[in-house]
Protein backbone atom coordinates (compact mmCIF):
# COMPACT_ATOMS: atom_id res chain seq x y z
CA UNK A 1 0.00 0.00 0.00
CA UNK A 2 1.67 3.49 -1.25
CA UNK A 3 1.34 6.29 1.78
CA UNK A 4 2.77 10.13 0.72
CA UNK A 5 6.15 10.26 2.20
CA UNK A 6 7.03 14.29 1.34
CA UNK A 7 6.22 15.08 -1.64
CA UNK A 8 6.83 11.02 -2.97
CA UNK A 9 4.56 8.26 -2.93
CA UNK A 10 6.24 5.27 -1.37
CA UNK A 11 5.80 1.55 -1.07
CA UNK A 12 4.97 0.04 1.99
CA UNK A 13 6.66 -3.46 1.07
CA UNK A 14 9.99 -2.30 0.49
CA UNK A 15 10.25 -1.98 4.46
CA UNK A 16 9.76 -5.82 4.94
CA UNK A 17 13.14 -5.99 3.56
CA UNK A 18 14.71 -4.57 6.16
CA UNK A 19 16.78 -7.16 8.46
CA UNK A 20 15.43 -8.62 11.24
CA UNK A 21 18.68 -8.29 13.10
CA UNK A 22 18.83 -4.61 12.12
CA UNK A 23 14.83 -4.45 13.95
CA UNK A 24 16.18 -5.74 16.94
CA UNK A 25 18.84 -3.68 17.56
CA UNK A 26 17.18 -0.75 16.89
CA UNK A 27 14.79 -1.91 19.78
CA UNK A 28 17.51 -2.18 22.47
CA UNK A 29 19.02 1.29 20.91
CA UNK A 30 15.29 2.81 21.68
CA UNK A 31 15.13 0.75 25.01
CA UNK A 32 18.21 2.38 26.29
CA UNK A 33 18.66 5.84 24.50
CA UNK A 34 15.15 6.51 23.33
CA UNK A 35 11.71 7.42 23.94
CA UNK A 36 8.03 7.77 22.49
CA UNK A 37 6.20 11.39 23.67
CA UNK A 38 2.76 12.14 23.06
CA UNK A 39 2.80 16.22 23.58
CA UNK A 40 0.49 18.89 22.96
CA UNK A 41 0.78 21.12 20.22
CA UNK A 42 -0.32 24.83 20.47
CA UNK A 43 -3.78 24.10 19.33
CA UNK A 44 -4.34 21.32 21.56
CA UNK A 45 -3.43 18.00 18.90
CA UNK A 46 -1.29 16.05 19.93
CA UNK A 47 2.39 14.99 18.43
CA UNK A 48 3.61 11.73 18.74
CA UNK A 49 6.94 11.00 18.15
CA UNK A 50 9.52 8.32 18.67
CA UNK A 51 13.61 10.01 19.72
CA UNK A 52 16.66 8.66 19.78
CA UNK A 53 19.12 11.02 21.55
CA UNK A 54 22.53 10.72 21.29
CA UNK A 55 26.31 12.41 21.68
CA UNK A 56 27.29 14.01 18.75
CA UNK A 57 29.68 11.54 18.15
CA UNK A 58 27.14 8.85 17.18
CA UNK A 59 25.78 11.24 14.66
CA UNK A 60 26.76 8.46 11.84
CA UNK A 61 24.82 5.64 13.91
CA UNK A 62 21.73 7.82 13.13
CA UNK A 63 22.57 8.29 9.97
CA UNK A 64 22.99 4.73 9.50
CA UNK A 65 19.33 3.87 11.18
CA UNK A 66 17.95 6.87 8.86
CA UNK A 67 19.72 5.54 5.47
CA UNK A 68 18.38 2.09 6.46
CA UNK A 69 14.52 2.83 7.74
CA UNK A 70 14.11 5.61 5.10
CA UNK A 71 12.08 7.38 7.16
CA UNK A 72 12.90 10.07 10.26
CA UNK A 73 15.39 13.61 10.25
CA UNK A 74 18.12 14.16 12.24
CA UNK A 75 18.41 17.51 13.90
CA UNK A 76 21.67 18.89 16.38
CA UNK A 77 21.46 20.66 19.49
CA UNK A 78 22.54 23.59 19.76
CA UNK A 79 21.48 24.75 16.55
CA UNK A 80 24.48 26.70 16.49
CA UNK A 81 28.19 26.93 17.92
CA UNK A 82 29.56 24.10 19.13
CA UNK A 83 26.87 20.77 18.77
CA UNK A 84 26.70 18.61 21.22
CA UNK A 85 23.72 16.32 20.94
CA UNK A 86 21.77 14.94 18.01
CA UNK A 87 17.88 13.41 17.46
CA UNK A 88 16.47 10.84 15.32
CA UNK A 89 13.25 11.75 15.30
CA UNK A 90 10.31 9.34 13.86
CA UNK A 91 6.88 11.40 13.33
CA UNK A 92 3.42 10.28 14.18
CA UNK A 93 2.81 9.27 10.31
CA UNK A 94 5.66 6.82 10.12
CA UNK A 95 5.19 5.62 13.34
CA UNK A 96 1.63 4.79 12.29
CA UNK A 97 2.14 3.47 8.95
CA UNK A 98 5.62 1.93 8.75
CA UNK A 99 7.49 1.84 11.73
CA UNK A 100 5.23 0.80 14.82
CA UNK A 101 3.41 -2.26 11.88
CA UNK A 102 7.17 -3.64 11.26
CA UNK A 103 7.56 -3.97 14.85
CA UNK A 104 4.16 -5.73 15.11
CA UNK A 105 5.14 -8.11 11.98
CA UNK A 106 8.15 -8.94 13.02
CA UNK A 107 6.84 -9.81 17.23
CA UNK A 108 9.19 -7.12 18.05
CA UNK A 109 8.88 -5.59 21.63
CA UNK A 110 10.06 -3.23 23.79
CA UNK A 111 11.82 -4.64 27.06
CA UNK A 112 11.69 -1.85 29.33
CA UNK A 113 8.39 -0.71 31.42
CA UNK A 114 8.43 2.90 30.35
CA UNK A 115 9.08 2.20 26.89
CA UNK A 116 6.46 -0.34 26.62
CA UNK A 117 3.80 1.64 28.23
CA UNK A 118 4.68 4.99 25.74
CA UNK A 119 4.54 2.17 23.06
CA UNK A 120 1.47 1.55 24.25
CA UNK A 121 -0.14 5.03 24.77
CA UNK A 122 0.63 5.75 20.88
CA UNK A 123 -0.69 2.44 19.93
CA UNK A 124 -3.72 3.24 21.76
CA UNK A 125 -3.79 6.81 20.31
CA UNK A 126 -3.47 5.81 16.74
CA UNK A 127 -6.08 2.69 17.06
CA UNK A 128 -9.03 4.57 18.46
CA UNK A 129 -8.16 8.36 16.19
CA UNK A 130 -7.60 10.16 19.28
CA UNK A 131 -6.43 13.35 17.81
CA UNK A 132 -7.15 15.69 20.93
CA UNK A 133 -4.50 15.78 23.61
CA UNK A 134 -7.08 16.91 26.53
CA UNK A 135 -9.01 13.56 25.29
CA UNK A 136 -6.70 11.47 26.56
CA UNK A 137 -7.54 8.61 28.85
CA UNK A 138 -5.95 8.48 32.22
CA UNK A 139 -6.08 4.70 32.09
CA UNK A 140 -4.74 3.04 28.81
CA UNK A 141 -4.38 -0.59 28.20
CA UNK A 142 -1.51 -2.37 28.94
CA UNK A 143 0.15 -4.90 26.19
CA UNK A 144 3.47 -5.20 28.86
CA UNK A 145 5.64 -8.09 28.02
CA UNK A 146 6.18 -9.69 31.27
CA UNK A 147 9.73 -11.57 32.34
CA UNK A 148 9.83 -12.78 35.02
CA UNK A 149 13.89 -14.30 35.08
CA UNK A 150 16.92 -14.18 32.95
CA UNK A 151 15.95 -17.33 31.26
CA UNK A 152 12.91 -15.61 29.52
CA UNK A 153 15.16 -12.76 28.44
CA UNK A 154 17.62 -15.25 26.95
CA UNK A 155 14.57 -17.18 24.64
CA UNK A 156 13.42 -13.89 23.51
CA UNK A 157 13.20 -14.54 19.63
CA UNK A 158 15.48 -11.45 18.97
CA UNK A 159 17.99 -11.90 22.03
CA UNK A 160 21.02 -10.22 21.59
CA UNK A 161 22.84 -12.96 23.59
CA UNK A 162 23.93 -15.85 20.98
Given at each position: ??????????????????????????????????????????????????IIS????????????????????????????????????????????????????HKL??????????????????????????????????????????????????????
Open positions: MPIKKGKRVMNKNKYLDIPYSFLSMLIVLIDGDGYICATKTAKGYIRINLLDIRDLSLLEYIKSTLDISKINTYPKSKVKKTCKLVINSTELKEIFFPLLIYFFLTDIRQKQFDKAMFLFKNNINLYNEIPINIPSRIQVLNNAKDYINLPFSIIE
